[in-house]
């Protein structure tokens, strides 16, 4: 239940949000209050994935290609 804030927060990021030029966010990066290292959460979907052993489709590959920052104040 302590994880409930956190995922409707998530939540309205992946489905809600949008950035300036009306585009959806594909995840968020966070410092961790554990470690203090930087987190990341992708935002996809089970059907965007392949399992390592298997021939992927190019629809299927999740590829981080380029990647921008937006800081949200």
Known sequence: IEYVPTQIVTEYFRH???LP???KIDGIAYKS???GNTALVLFYENKDA????SRAKDS???ELKDVTF???T
């Open 60 to 62: 299927q590959i999740l």
């Open 21 to 23: 030029d009306n585009q």
């Open 50 to 53: 392949f399992n390592s052993g």
């Open 33 to 35: 209050s554990k470690t």
């Open 70 to 72: 937006e800081e949200i």
């Open 16 to 18: 809600v949000y949008k």
